[in-house]
């Protein structure tokens, strides 16, 4: 078995293992439907965990608001989930921080991790092209999709006042550009892969270039009041997991398949975005950035005060 990549999530206050104690520390962890969970299912099997005296029990949850309301509870002791909603919760008062690194977006990847699609006949050519045209987004305003794709279009000559946008769940926009209903769409990895794959789109722009050369997608976090020794035994059991998951990705295809339901075919066509074996603030503060650019949050504020000391780069 071999390793895979970043998927981290809260963690609440418990009795921090040590070499020679009997019992593991045990942990809960919380993750939406993706394939970052391939990295905590590789470290589980693998014994990487074990290794670093965690006992760790995958959740399976259906939306990061549901992580959120399960760390807070007690009942989740770390959640992953995207980036864009960890800064915002941060912003608003939440007593988050990230605990390891995730998977980050690079400019430079051949395939897109974002990608803003057009019908495959459909004349639309230019961001100006879409003023006045119908834009699906599986949420209207204020997650990473929505505002990297306003950035986009701003940035490309596009009116995005002028665009309406329809909110639609990503599994459903292919049939909607097929059927005339929605003229563009922005969808990420996976989904990208699986409406290519359709035969139906094609690439229109690339959203994500808008926000940053690179920058996180999603972390893993926890609440401020989580055991630090605790926190840095996962840090660094996700952050060996992350590298092996890093040089051999096709081993990781089943593990991701296993937990997102898309099948191994696909995603080995989709977009890599590679994880990071420790949380590097110059990934989080394009995203602080936008957000207060876009008026998400009302100001910014300097990435490290979001990272746990023992998630950073020793």
């Given amino acids: 078995m071999k390793r895979s990549a970043a998927l981290l999530t809260l963690g609440a206050a418990v009795v921090p293992y040590r070499a020679g104690a009997q019992a593991l520390t045990k942990l809960q962890v919380g993750q939406p439907p ?3 969970a391939a990295i905590i299912v590789y470290a589980q099997q693998s014994g ?3 290794k670093y005296g965690l006992d760790v029990n995958l959740q399976k949850m259906g939306s990061g608001s549901a992580i959120i309301a399960a ?3 007690g009942s989740v002791d770390i959640g992953n989930g995207s980036t864009f909603a960890i800064v915002t919760a941060y912003a608003h008062g939440i007593p988050l921080q990230v605990v390891a690194g995730g ?3 690079n400019a430079s990847e051949t395939v897109p991790y974002g990608v803003l699609f057009v019908a495959k006949n459909s004349p639309l050519k230019t961001a100006a092209d879409l003023n006045g045209k119908i834009l699906g987004l599986s949420v209207a305003k204020g997650d990473l999709n929505a505002v990297a794709t ?3 279009v701003e940035q490309h000559g596009g009116d995005w006042s002028s665009i309406k946008v329809l909110e639609l769940p990503q599994d459903a926009m292919v049939a909607a550009v097929d059927a005339g209903r929605i003229d563009a769409m922005t969808l990420q990895s996976p989904s990208t892969a699986i409406a ?3 035969g139906k789109v094609r690439i229109f722009g690339r959203p994500y270039d808008a926000v940053g050369h ?6 893993w976090y926890a609440l401020k009041t989580q055991n630090p020794q605790t926190l840095r035994a996962y840090a660094q059991a996700v952050g060996e997991a992350s590298r092996y998951a890093n040089a051999h990705w096709d081993d990781m295809l089943p593990l991701m398949a296993q937990f997102s339901g898309v099948e191994t075919a696909v995603l080995a066509q989709a977009a890599r975005a590679p994880f990071t074996d420790h949380a590097d603030p110059a990934d989080f503060q394009p995203i602080i950035d936008l957000e207060v650019k876009y008026k998400v949050i009302d100001k910014g504020f300097d990435a490290k005060d979001l990272i746990a000391a023992s998630a950073l780069k020793p």
């Avoid at 690179?214 to 972390?219: D, G």
């Fill in 34 to 36: 993706g394939t970052a």
């Fill in 71 to 73: 760390l807070a509870g």
């Fill in 214 to 219: 690179q920058f996180s997608i999603a972390s």
């Fill in 196 to 198: 290519l794959s359709s």
């Fill in 103 to 105: 998977p980050v977006y």
């Fill in 48 to 50: 990487i965990f074990k």
């Fill in 150 to 152: 306003q950035a986009w």
